[in-house]
């Protein structure tokens, strides 16, 4: 008997990773892990948090990537290096939300600041008056740490999603089609009131994760003929517990509202995957004469089926751990995220599922292998 077909000898290794804010160091540790196994990927796809890791990754050699992710992330970190001051769950729930509001404060470090002065001084129409802070800082930042030179060159494929102010389109810059720069990236991680448009080409955007947070049906609708190895990266899980009090109903909300649509998006697959095999099945039963007709001829060749491995790994909050949980950027909190990241992948790729997985019979296959005792 032939030993099974293993699913990543011509698969296209595509990293997704949502939009999350400060918890978007996980997306770092796990590209860390993923550049210990030699596993850079071919095409990296993001939404705010995670378009400016993407563009991070893409926008460097393998070998600097994950020097220059923790250039960005040391820097982002920078304005709390000091650590919690007692041990215990409950002192850490008090320094995250003073470190939370601290950073809402004074803003953060190469990446943005308060505006001076406040929005509600200028003109309505000025472009002061759209926000609470200026992101003059991350221009600099991305400028300083990416070779767009590079992202240009298409050697890493390069997505990133914003929404369009004026006509409410999700739209997509991608440098298969796009001359990418900052304001690329930038306009994907615009999240207002926050932080103000970011106008492309004489059109004003915000931040894609306002329609959706994740590009994963992005990448399964633009790529229908090369087998797929995704790793998603999901930053607010969708799953969790009834909350008990206002705070924890607000981060629930928060974890719902940005959770990644991964099942809404594989259970489409498998729809679209039954409706192809459908397809070819009829088309063998069909005479030559109606084989050659245009419509026939046309859904023969969309009705190809590219197999998709989808690799999830979903940030788990702490307890303590709150609906700021997305601009707490404390130094001592992004080494964890970072770490929990570099775990998540390291497990993953150790598993015997992972391993052991052969090229995918029903066109979509999901492995979620960090799963705890919340889940």
């Not at 296209?12 to 996980?26: E, F, I, M, N, P």
């Not at 393998?62 to 769950?89: H, N, Q, Y």
């Not at 600099?140 to 929404?163: C, Y």
Request: hydrophobic share 40%; aromatic share 10%.
């Amino acid at each position: 008997m032939d030993e099974p077909e293993r699913a990543e000898r011509d698969e296209c290794r595509v990293l997704v990773l949502q939009g999350g804010g400060a918890l978007g160091a996980y997306q770092a540790g796990i590209a860390e892990a993923m550049q210990e196994a030699a596993l850079s990927p071919e095409w990296v796809a993001g939404i705010s948090i995670g378009a400016i890791n993407a563009a991070l990754i893409a926008g460097n050699p393998p070998e600097r990537r994950v020097e220059r992710l923790r250039a960005f992330w040391d820097k982002v970190s920078s304005g709390i290096i000091v650590s919690p001051w007692f041990p215990g769950e409950q002192a850490r729930e008090v320094f995250n939300a003073w470190s939370a509001a601290f950073g809402a404060a004074v803003g953060v470090p190469g990446f943005f600041a308060p505006r001076w002065p406040p929005a509600a001084l200028y003109p309505p129409g000025a472009p002061q008056a759209l926000s609470y802070y200026d992101t003059a800082p991350l221009r600099q930042t991305l400028e300083e740490l990416i070779d767009f030179d590079r992202i240009n060159r298409r050697e890493t494929r390069l997505s990133v999603g914003a929404v369009n102010v004026r006509t409410g389109n999700f739209v997509y810059f991608d440098n298969h089609r796009d001359r990418i720069g900052p304001e690329h990236v930038m306009a994907s991680g615009a999240l207002p009131p926050g932080f103000p448009p970011v106008e492309i080409d004489g059109e004003p955007y915000w931040d894609g994760g306002i329609v959706s947070n994740t590009p994963l049906q992005y990448v399964l609708d633009e790529e229908r003929a090369r087998d797929l190895a995704v790793f998603q990266v999901d930053l607010f899980s969708a799953r969790g517990p009834v909350p008990r009090t206002l705070a924890e109903a607000a981060e629930r909300e928060k974890d719902i509202r940005f959770s990644s649509r991964t099942r809404l998006n594989t259970d489409d697959q498998i729809e679209i995957h039954r409706a192809k095999t459908a397809f070819r099945r009829l088309f063998d039963k069909l005479p030559p004469e109606l084989r050659q007709d245009p419509d026939v001829a046309f859904l023969a060749e969309v009705s190809h089926q590219n197999a998709v491995t989808i690799l999830q790994l979903i940030y788990r909050a702490k307890n303590y751990e709150s609906d700021a949980k997305d601009y707490e950027f404390s130094r001592a909190t992004m080494l964890e995220h970072w770490k929990a990241g570099r775990h998540d992948m390291r497990r993953s790729l150790r598993h015997r599922r992972w391993i052991e997985r052969c090229r995918p019979d029903q066109g979509v296959t999901v492995f979620d292998l960090t799963r705890d005792a919340r889940d």
